[in-house]
């Protein structure tokens, strides 16, 4: 199994900045891709962000790309979400994600983000 825990959220005026971290343990070598989520209140949770483990391939939804920039550090065990230029829409609590060889998808217990106008 795959534990993480997110950290890093908080309130930010609208054009700030944070930078969001998640720490995995557990079976990591097992860990073929990580992601980040989002869930606003009312709404689906909906993939954000995606790194691969063992290379480097990114993936990101539109609503973010030249905003949001994943970034990992396997010798840490460690993902991370350098977020810029956030608006009031990217309100929500987010969730990582790990997807890992025979356990499939493993979560955080996330960690809200509030960009105020």
């Known amino acids: 199994q795959v534990q993480l825990v997110e950290s890093g959220g908080g309130l930010v005026q609208a054009g700030g900045s944070l930078r969001l971290f998640c720490a995995a343990s557990?079976?990591?070598?097992?860990?073929?891709?990580m992601a980040w989520y989002r869930q606003a209140p009312g709404k689906q949770r909906e993939f954000v962000a995606s790194?691969?483990?063992?290379?480097?391939?990114?993936n990101y939804a539109d609503s973010v790309k030249g905003r949001f920039t994943i970034s990992r550090d396997n010798a840490k065990n460690t993902v991370y979400q350098q977020m810029t230029s956030l608006k009031p829409e990217d309100t929500a609590v987010y969730y990582c994600n790990a997807q890992a060889m025979w356990t499939g998808d493993h979560w955080g217990q996330g960690t809200q983000v509030t960009v105020s106008s």
């Open positions: 557990g079976s990591t070598t097992t860990i073929t891709r």
């Open positions: 790194i691969s483990w063992g290379g480097s391939t990114t």
